[in-house]
C-alpha cells in the first residue's frame, strides 16, 4: 500500500517520553476515566495477559494473567471496556467468548467468569453506566440480540440500548430494534431477480434512512448486476433506489459501523459489472467512482474517480468527519462535505487492518514511527488525534511490538 507523502521534512517532532516494550498491545489503549492509568492488552508469544501502566511514568501498575486453558484462540479483538471502578477483558473460549471483570485499580479478579457467549462484540458500557453491554448470545442464532452483563451475575440480561440489526438469513429480511422485528423486506421487491437469503449484502442506517445494498448473482457466482435501496429506518417505507450501484459499508475507527455521514456507494462501469459474487474482483471497480448519496432523496452529493483498487475498498470515518479511503494500493483522505482529496495532511501513519470482512473490525494501526522493526525517538507532530489517548500532554500509542508516550 502506498500513501501520501507529508509535504514538508521539517516537521515538528514529539518526543518519546516513556515506552514499554513487547509484549505486543493487541487492541490499542484503553485511558481510564481519571486519565491516571492505561489498560491494554498484551501479548507474546503463547501468554497472554491484561496490562495496566501508569500514565504518567509508563510503570506497570498491575498485571492479570489470560492464558489459562492453554488455549491458541485465548486472545480478543475487543478492548477492555472501563466501567465505574471495574474494566471487563472479553476473552476467546474456543467458539465463544467469557467476560472476565477486574478491579481498574489492583488488577484484583471482581466476581465469576460470565457465560460463555457465542459472540461478544461491541462491548461498551450500557446506558445507565453500570453494567456492560454487547452484541451477543448463548445460543447460535440470528440476530444475535443485545445483552447486559454486570460482575458477578449467572447469566446475561436483556439490554434496551437502541440496537439495530438487519437479519438477511429470514424469509423475508427483517429489520430489528433491540431484538424486535419493526418490519420486514421481501428483496425479490427491490430486484426481482434477486435470490433470497443471498441478496442483500451490506446495510447501513443513517438517522432517518436504512440503505441496504442488493447484488444479483448468476451461474457460477457471476456477479450480473447490483443495486442500492433505501428505506425508512422507522417504518421501512421505501424512500429511493439506485441501480447499478455497490453499498460502500463505512467503519469508525474502532472498528464499528458508522450510523453518520451520507450513503457512500461504489459504482463501476456498467461494462465492468462481472466478477464472482463470494470473491469480489477488484477489476469491477477499475474506471468506477465513489459516490455520496444524500440519505434522504438519494441525489448525488459528490463524487470521486477510483483508482486500480488491489480489493474491495475500505472506508473509515475519521472522529472530524473525514473519511480514510484505502484501495489496497492507494490510501486518501476525503473531506466528507465535499469530496475533495485533502493533501496537506501526512498518511503515513494510518494502515488499515484487513482483520475481518471489509467495514468490521477494520482499526487503523500506527505505522510510525518504526525505523527498522523498532521505535524511533521522535514522531513527526501532529499526530493525528485518532491515534492513541490523550493523557494529560502525553499522547500514548500501541505500536505493534509496544506502548509509547510522546510528548
Not at 455520496?292 to 475498498?313: H, I, M, N, Y
Request: with cysteine; charged share 25%.
Amino acid at each position: 500500500m502506498t500513501s501520501a507523502a507529508p509535504t514538508s521534512t521539517n516537521r515538528p517532532t514529539a518526543q518519546v517520553v516513556w515506552g514499554v516494550a513487547e509484549p505486543a498491545p493487541l487492541t490499542g489503549v484503553t485511558l481510564t476515566p481519571d486519565g491516571s492509568s492505561v489498560i491494554y492488552f498484551a501479548e507474546a508469544g503463547t501468554k497472554r495477559s491484561l496490562r495496566a501502566l501508569e500514565a504518567r511514568t509508563g510503570k506497570v501498575i498491575w498485571e492479570a494473567d489470560l492464558s489459562d486453558r492453554g488455549s491458541a484462540v485465548n486472545q480478543t479483538i475487543t478492548p477492555p471496556v472501563v466501567v465505574g471502578d471495574s474494566v471487563a477483558a472479553v476473552i476467546a473460549d474456543g467458539e465463544g467468548g467469557r467476560i472476565r471483570v477486574f478491579d481498574v485499580r489492583t488488577g484484583a479478579r471482581v466476581g465469576r467468569d460470565s457465560p460463555v457467549a457465542v459472540e461478544i462484540d461491541q462491548l461498551g458500557p450500557c446506558p445507565d453506566g453500570r453494567a456492560w453491554c454487547f452484541i451477543g448470545d448463548t445460543r447460535m442464532h440470528h440476530p444475535l440480540p443485545t445483552l447486559r452483563y454486570a460482575p458477578g451475575d449467572r447469566s446475561f440480561s436483556p439490554a434496551k440500548a437502541g440496537l439495530v440489526v438487519v437479519n438477511p438469513v429470514a424469509d423475508p429480511f427483517e429489520y430489528i430494534v433491540d431484538g424486535e422485528v419493526q418490519w420486514t423486506l421481501d428483496p425479490q421487491s427491490i430486484m426481482k431477480t434477486c435470490p433470497r437469503y443471498v441478496c442483500m449484502r451490506g446495510w447501513a442506517t443513517i438517522g432517518e434512512v436504512t440503505a441496504m445494498g442488493f447484488r444479483e448473482s448468476g451461474k457460477g457466482g457471476h456477479l450480473v448486476s447490483t443495486t442500492v435501496a433505501a428505506f425508512t429506518t422507522r417504518t421501512g417505507r421505501k424512500r429511493w433506489v439506485s441501480p447499478g450501484d455497490q453499498l460502500a459499508q463505512v467503519a469508525t475507527q474502532s472498528g464499528h459501523f458508522s450510523h453518520e455521514g451520507d450513503v457512500y456507494v461504489f459504482t463501476p462501469e456498467p461494462a465492468r459489472v462481472n466478477g464472482t459474487y463470494d470473491d469480489f474482483d477488484g477489476r469491477l471497480l477499475y474506471g468506477g467512482r465513489l459516490r455520496a448519496l444524500d440519505p434522504e432523496t438519494g441525489k448525488e452529493r459528490w463524487s470521486v474517480a477510483l483508482g486500480r483498487s488491489r480489493f474491495q475498498p475500505r472506508l473509515t470515518r475519521l472522529s472530524n468527519g473525514d473519511l480514510i479511503f484505502d484501495e489496497g494500493n492507494q490510501t486518501r483522505l476525503l473531506d466528507a462535505a465535499s469530496g475533495d482529496v485533502i493533501a496537506d495532511r501526512d498518511l503515513s501513519y494510518w494502515r488499515s487492518s484487513t482483520d475481518g470482512p471489509p467495514g468490521r473490525r477494520a482499526r487503523l494501526d500506527i505505522t510510525e514511527p518504526m525505523i527498522d522493526a523498532g521505535p524511533s525517538d521522535t514522531v513527526r507532530k501532529p499526530i493525528p488525534d485518532e491515534i492513541g489517548v490523550q493523557a494529560g500532554d502525553l499522547r500514548i500509542v500501541a505500536q505493534p511490538n509496544g506502548v509509547y508516550a510522546y510528548r
